[in-house]
């Protein structure tokens, strides 16, 4: 019975936070535009009964996924924000995983100062810092001036309003997500692995293509998914940094949603990117499993 | 203790329950009122006001059509106002509570009308039009004396919106003004809602896309004012503070307001009480004093727009009644144009086009 418990708790968590937003979501996308409060008709009610399930079901129409199938805006923003969350993880990885190493190798007391100035920039509000990069990397910005100054340029760069700016502000945001799981997996590193592999005939190169990054695998993993996923949903960064032209589904949803007030459509797009990002997560962790199973 | 703590509970449910009913939530838009009213509706009433702004239609009526706002007066503009009062958004006004709508504006309330049949639901908050906000010296000195500041082919004509683009244009991010105004440009009728006209559109916004440094509803003012932009599709009123932040700062930014000599769009900010709204009584004191002529004419003077308030003209300062901008001359007003909203599917012919004036896609 404790037991039970136990696992009904994780399963009820998973129910209520993420199966019955889901469903409610679902529903929305199914319904049909109207002009009332709030702006759908909903086709079934739960108070209904099996009645009006089976009739609603009956008449299912996907015309709003239809509808997302002949625009190309849809897939192009899919596509572009699939690209701009991949370049940012990777670039995200490179900055990352030195940082993380670093600090893991750094001596036992500085450790925790190290982290500390890690996640401080967290105590303040995300979109003052996303403002202060804005007023970084604008035209008469701090950069600009600098540069300037430097004589490195001899006209102002422009920046901010360009993909570049979404790029630097999603590595910026995301980060700490990337530095630290992989910390945490560096952590445990036992040493003495290391020297084995050294004794061994390893140089010190070897060693580390051989033995720490494999052993840092699952916190490189958790901090690519941690980067990865809220950035190929990102809405605010695109909007106040990127340009007219950075295309990305949250800013679509976001036009959906305000501008066409089509919450069926909105919906839509919602469950359409949820299936892009759990489709192959799900694939993923069963490929993992297998290889484990095979290792085992 | 028992009985201690439940009257401690009780003391402070009651505080709650009362410090509840003594807000007043307004929902306005951006740099749109003197903030010495808001004070000094707070020293009159005894009523604590919490005052957001926001800068677009759409952001409110996605609020309004949600529902749960907790706002109590919320300032939609016409077309959105009409919408939202089909959609069952607003609940009537109280007139017996508004002793001040007798200082309202017929001229106005019969257009407003329009949107609002019978004024049911509303009162005009200010009104204005959609226009040029143009720094003069800067513009004359790329296109020459004979720049056409007055006219939407400023910016509307390719030739002179790419030489104006190093120095920057501005434009609103509101579909629902820019299209009409590409439509009357074109000399078809700006309130179409035909999906073909309203495709043609495309034709003027299109090949001016490239020179269009920013689609944004708010920040052209400070843009305008610092000189960092020559040109900004703008409301009459913020290009207006504009120009008057740049005198204030004395940094030799001279900004000009021109409704175009094409017609400009005329537009009305309405304000309402939402069904749902948690205090509908401090709604009405709100809206009652904001109808005073004095407040009125505070407000109008502070933020450079038109308001829809007769008894607060004589207390209006000269610079705000005798500029044609701000109070157009009846030649003017014959020459402007209103919308009305767009049905659904026209509606998302409409976003898309914008989003691929915006996003080139």
């Keep these: 019975m404790r037991r039970f418990a136990l696992i009904a708790i994780p399963y009820f968590w998973l129910l209520a936070l993420f199966l019955v937003p889901f469903l409610i979501v679902l529903k929305i996308s199914l319904s049909d535009l109207a002009l009332a409060r709030p702006p ?11 009645e009006a399930l089976r009739a609603f079901f009956a008449d299912l129409d996907m015309e709003n996924f239809v509808f997302l199938s002949e625009d190309d805006l849809y897939w192009r923003a899919y596509i572009s924000s699939l690209r701009i969350a991949v370049i940012s993880t990777v670039i995200t990885l490179l900055v990352g995983f030195p940082i993380a190493y670093g600090i893991a190798r750094s001596p036992v007391e500085w450790r925790p100062t190290l982290l500390m100035l890690i996640i401080l920039p967290f105590w303040t509000s995300f979109l003052i810092r996303v403002y202060a990069w804005m007023g970084i990397l604008s035209k008469e910005g701090l950069l600009n001036q600098f540069l300037l100054w430097l004589g490195v340029i001899g006209e102002p760069l422009t920046i901010l309003n360009t993909n570049t700016a979404v790029y630097i502000a999603i590595v910026y945001t995301y980060l700490p997500f ?3 799981p992989i910390y945490a997996a560096l952590d445990r590193l036992d040493d003495s692995l290391l020297e084995a592999a050294e004794d061994l005939g390893c140089s010190r190169i070897q060693a580390f293509w051989l033995v720490t990054i494999p052993l840092a695998r699952n916190g490189i993993i958790a901090g690519c998914f941690l980067v990865f996923i809220p950035a190929i949903g990102e809405v605010i960064i695109p909007s106040l940094m990127g340009g007219s032209g950075t295309l990305m589904i949250g800013k679509v949803l976001w036009e959906e949603f305000f501008s066409n007030r089509d919450w069926p459509v909105a919906s839509a797009v919602a469950i359409i990117l949820l299936l892009i990002l759990i489709i192959p997560i799900i694939l993923f962790q069963r490929n993992e499993q297998k290889q484990r199973e095979a290792e085992g | 203790m028992k009985t201690h703590l439940l009257s401690v509970t009780a003391t402070l449910a ?8 003594e807000e007043v939530r307004v929902y306005n838009w951006s740099d749109y009122i003197d903030e010495a009213l808001l004070e000094k509706f707070e020293a ?11 800068d677009s239609n759409e952001v409110l009526e996605t609020k309004m059509l949600a529902g749960g706002s907790g706002y109590d007066v919320v300032v939609p503009s016409g077309t959105f106002l009409q919408r939202q009062i089909v959609a069952g958004a607003f609940q009537p006004l109280d007139m017996s509570k508004l002793p001040n709508a007798a200082n309202l504006w017929d001229v106005i309330a019969d257009r407003t009308a329009a949107y609002d049949p019978d004024n049911a639901y509303s009162i005009n908050y200010m009104w204005g039009t959609t226009g040029l906000g143009v720094n003069e010296p800067k513009v004359k000195e790329i296109l020459g004396d004979d720049a056409p500041v007055t006219s939407w082919s400023l910016i509307f004509d390719p030739a002179n919106a790419e030489k104006l683009a190093a120095c920057g244009i501005h434009m609103l991010d509101a579909p629902a003004e820019m299209i009409p105004a590409a439509l009357n440009y074109l000399g078809l009728n700006p309130d179409s809602h035909d999906p073909d006209d309203i495709a043609r559109a495309e034709e003027v916004l299109l090949p001016i ?8 509803s708010s920040e052209y003012i400070n843009a305008l004012a610092n000189g960092d932009i020559c040109v900004a599709v703008g ?9 008057d932040r740049a005198a204030e700062a004395d940094n030799g930014v001279e900004v ?8 400009a769009l005329m537009w009305f900010d309405q304000m309402a009480i939402p069904v749902d709204a948690p205090n509908p009584e401090g709604a009405h004191v709100f809206l009652n004093f904001i109808m005073d002529a004095q407040n009125m004419a505070d407000a109008s003077n502070y933020v450079y727009y038109a308001n829809g308030n007769l008894a607060s003209q ?3 300062e000269e610079d705000v009644i005798g500029d044609p901008a701000i109070y157009p001359d009846e030649a003017a007003m014959a020459s402007t144009y209103t919308t009305t909203p767009y049905p659904a599917r026209v509606q998302r012919t409409v976003t898309r086009l914008w989003t691929k004036i915006k996003s080139g896609v």
């Design chain 1, 178 to 180: 990337m530095i630290l």
């Design chain 2, 256 to 263: 000009s307001y021109y409704a175009p000599d094409e017609g």
């Design chain 2, 209 to 216: 896309r490239p020179y269009i440094q920013k689609f944004h």
């Design chain 2, 14 to 21: 009651l505080i709650a329950a009362t410090a509840q009913a």
């Design chain 2, 44 to 54: 009159e009433t005894g009523l604590e006001l919490i005052y957001d702004v926001f």
């Design chain 1, 40 to 50: 759908y008709l909903p086709q079934w009610n739960f108070g209904d009964g099996w």
């Design chain 2, 235 to 243: 409301w009459s009123g913020d290009v207006l503070q504009a120009r």
């Design chain 2, 314 to 316: 004589p207390l209006l």
